[in-house]
């Protein structure tokens, strides 16, 4: 026993010596960092205001039985984008068929009424001179044909009453726009005293978006509209790749006394229909040119907390953090209120790898210099 513990605590002692001998290797963090860099410049940039908006349809009504009758056929299906005149809904005409040739007879006989006392009054006026026939009788034949003509206007309309009553028992698209959802199908009843309202169709193209800047931002507005239309951009709420350009069109007459605020309107082509009635927008209207504004590329800004940063590449290559204030996007660059100054360099790609201090190697790559292509020997015709 003695013996195996004493060979034990030598192959012990041998391992720990040879652990000594070599060290574990650990990989070491590299004293330089490859990155791309960009010289901050200024820009004249579109001015711009944003506000929170909703969309609206410039035409949107209901589709209302206005006779009554069985609903007979629903031409399109409910959620169809229809065009000027498209028949929708048919109600049962049968009826209004019939009215409309019952007043069409009745009118018939009283024009017949009307000539034959026409008549009578033409061939009896020589014969009051002569004493043939007293100025009463006349007179009586006269109101007679009056009397018969009133009746022929009456019946003309009537027949007019019965072939608008019939006309609408056709229902047809207004305007171009997309139908909503049936509240009347097949074969029910419809009519004013029974379901007046059958669907509704909205206009989609163009369309509005309604936002309310403050009273005291009227002024700059009113301004700027002398001037001519103020262009805006529309953003899909919630999706910043859904856009849309519109000018604005309308300000209302009379400022809300509950919210100082003023209401407005833009007007955009929406040719997809992405955008329906009801739609959270954001509205940035622009307001003019803004001269010398701090630009820089959206992938050189990082956030710490909750605050704003880009990387400065120092005079030693190493980098160090400034503070940016942000003031809008500008395509696919961020205009600054404050940051890092004209001229500075930044480090655009590579800035999830830096700390403050980093030691950087510039490896943005030089615009390549392209040699002119030799001219061709001039060719000589004999």
Not at 11 to 27: D, I, N, R, T, Y
Not at 127 to 147: E, G, M, R, T, W
Not at 168 to 191: D, K, M, N, Q, R
Not at 237 to 246: Q, V
């Amino acid at each position: 026993m003695r013996r195996n513990r004493i060979v034990t605590t030598i192959v012990l002692g041998a391992w720990a010596l040879s652990a000594c001998e070599k060290p574990q290797a650990f990989p070491t963090r590299p004293t330089e960092v490859s990155v791309t860099t960009i010289i901050v410049a200024s820009q004249t940039v579109a001015k711009s205001v944003g506000f929170p908006g909703l969309t609206a349809s410039p035409r949107s009504i209901p589709l209302d039985a206005r006779v009554e009758g069985f609903l007979l056929k629903q031409a399109v299906p409910d959620g169809t984008m229809t065009k000027a005149g498209d028949v929708i809904y048919r109600i049962d005409p049968r009826q209004y068929e019939a009215t409309l040739a019952q007043n069409e007879a009745t009118l018939a006989q009283a024009i017949a009424e009307r000539n034959y006392s026409k008549k009578e009054m033409e061939r009896n006026a020589p014969l009051v001179p002569a004493s043939a026939i007293s100025q009463q009788s006349f007179d009586q034949l006269v109101a007679n044909y009056q009397a018969d003509e009133a009746q022929v206007l009456a019946q003309q309309a009537a027949v007019l009453n019965a072939k608008l009553n019939l006309s609408y028992c056709t229902i047809s698209s207004p305007f171009a726009g997309l139908l909503g959802a049936s509240e009347s199908f097949e074969g029910a009843v419809v009519g004013p005293s029974v379901a007046r309202t059958i669907n509704t169709l909205v206009q989609l193209d163009p369309m509005w978006a309604q936002f309310s800047p403050s009273a005291t931002e009227w002024p700059q507005f009113a301004a700027l509209l002398a001037k001519g239309p103020l262009v805006a951009q529309i953003t899909y709420g919630g999706d910043e790749a859904i856009k849309a350009t519109g000018r604005v069109i309308f300000s209302n007459n009379a400022v809300s006394t509950t919210t100082s605020t003023l209401m407005m309107r833009v007007e955009f082509e929406n040719p997809g229909a992405i955008f329906r009635p009801g739609t959270y927008v954001n509205v940035e209207v622009t307001l003019g040119d803004q001269p010398d504004v701090l630009v820089v590329p959206q992938q050189a800004v990082f956030a710490r907390e909750a605050d704003l940063f880009v990387w400065k590449v120092m005079p030693d290559q190493t980098v160090q953090s400034v503070k940016v204030e942000p003031m809008r996007k500008v395509r696919n660059m961020l205009a600054l209120k404050s940051g890092p100054a004209v001229g500075d360099r930044i480090v655009v790609d590579g800035v999830q790898k830096l700390h403050a201090g980093s030691k950087v190697v510039d490896a943005t790559p030089t615009p390549a210099t392209t040699t002119p292509a030799a001219s061709p020997t001039p060719t000589h015709s004999k």
